[in-house]
């Protein structure tokens, strides 16, 4: 499905057509919102949409270029805004039947700091009931499909994000990732995902023991680089600060890395997860890439103690956390939410610090471990492709809290253990599997290490050229496009 509307997919040049007069950033906001309803009636990556909001947006900022006012650095550029942000007078339901559609009150720091830098929200992205899937199916508003393929699954639990922007509908997506929730989507929807280190965007609180973090979905490097590096802004009120100045993680995309010893770990961190041969496949090739690049590239090995926190996380951590959700109608939870639930109120509060305070101190053997002899790791992004839509929603409903659930555990393979140890992590779409789907490729690096990883993803991307494909589904003119891409055989 595609339509003849033009498409400008990239935010910087989006926002210099806007910034030099070229265009006017109505006419964005105008295309925007005809991509959405040429694409998301089947691709459904948005559940509200307040157009009028949108476009008085773009007439403001139109009214400040006329007026010879300063314009932020993306003043007019779309962006949608995953459901589970808080943005004052919008509804805030979280994919939630349990949640009523009562407009917020306040607006989360990093959809604040994005409207600041001058984007223009297109719409609330969809997400599965409290993010707590690597899917994207909500009791609320139903089912998020694959832009590369709609009986494929787009990932989660940032789903609508990432398929919003492989649909192109807009060029950039906030997210959010709490163990690989905005890397997998983007993976599967064949896009650039940044999961920061912990403490570089803002956040009011760090949520799941400083495990769940936000960042964007975008289709370059360049454009993440961009964007990631504006609003890593330092915080004075923050918990935890990574950083005294922001980062120009833009200025450095084309200095290359000096030679640098690349670790490759293909096998996942708990080893009862199989790991298809395809993914495997796809990091062995990035890492090739990389030594043909001049680096040298090492095997690694998982840790038992990475084995362990991927059993504290969903056990302990995200059920506890989870319970202190504010819920208007508990009752109408689906029941596997509530089951996982349950496991938060067999703990008392010695047993969540407990459980707290060895999370923390397997983090840092991970982390030593992992970064010992090496300045960087790659890995497959999951452990599976692309797998249908339904299938792990099904695993969960049948088998969740218990770790049961096979597509699901392969789907976190390797995102979660990055999370908790709170790592730096990017995803690349560098390869097509068989089918022609996208298989993602992730990069860790140690804690301020997210300029290292957009450098070497700039190499990767001049080298794969994913920035050039387009999935079946898409809104724009694909004129130009070439999805062949760097296929698995």
Known sequence: ??????????????????????????????????????????????????????????????????????????????VTVKDTFAVAGQPWTRGSLAVDETPATTTDLLPAAAFAAGFVQVGRAATPELAMTTSCESPRSGTT???????????????????????????????????????????????????????????????????????????????????????????????????????????????????????????????????????????????????????????????DEGAELMELYPSVVIPAWLRQVPLDRPERLQPYIHRVMAQADALGAADYVRAAVRVRALAREVTADLFRDVDVVVTPTTATRVPRVGVVLDELRRHAPARDAVVYERT????????MIGVPALTLPTHLDDDGLPLGTQLLAPQGGEGLLLRLGHVLERHHAWDRRLPPHHAGDPAGAAPEGTRLR
């Open 145 to 303: 499909h694959n832009p590369w393929d709609l009986d494929r699954s787009p990932g989660g639990s940032s789903g609508g994000s990432a398929a919003a922007v492989a649909a192109g509908i807009v060029p950039a997506a906030l997210a959010s990732d709490g163990g690989g929730s905005l890397r997998i989507p983007a993976a599967f929807c064949g896009v650039v995902g940044l999961k920061p280190g912990r403490g570089l965007l803002p956040q009011r609180v760090q949520g799941w023991e400083g495990g769940a973090t936000e960042g964007v979905v975008t289709r370059t490097v360049r454009d993440t680089a961009a964007v990631v590096g504006h609003l890593a802004a330092p915080d004075p009120l923050a918990w935890t600060r990574t950083a005294t100045a922001a980062p120009d993680y833009l200025a450095d995309l084309e200095r290359a890395p000096a030679p640098l010893r690349v670790g490759v770990l293909t096998r996942s961190w708990d080893a009862r997860i199989a790991v298809d041969a395809a993914c495997v496949a796809a990091a062995e090739d990035t890492a090739a890439v990389l030594r043909a690049a001049g680096h040298t590239v090492v095997g690694l090995g998982a840790t």
């Open 412 to 419: 976190l393979a390797f995102t979660t253990v990055p999370s």
């Open 1 to 78: 499905m595609t339509t003849n509307l033009p498409s400008h997919m990239s935010v910087m040049d989006t926002a210099d057509r806007i910034r030099s007069g070229r265009e006017s950033a109505r006419s964005v906001a105008e295309r925007a919102l005809a991509r959405a309803d040429a694409v998301d009636p089947a691709v459904r990556s948005l559940v509200w949409r307040d157009d009028a909001a949108t476009l008085a947006a773009a007439d403001a900022v139109d009214g400040a270029r006329a007026a010879g006012a300063p314009l932020p650095p993306f003043a007019g550029v779309p």
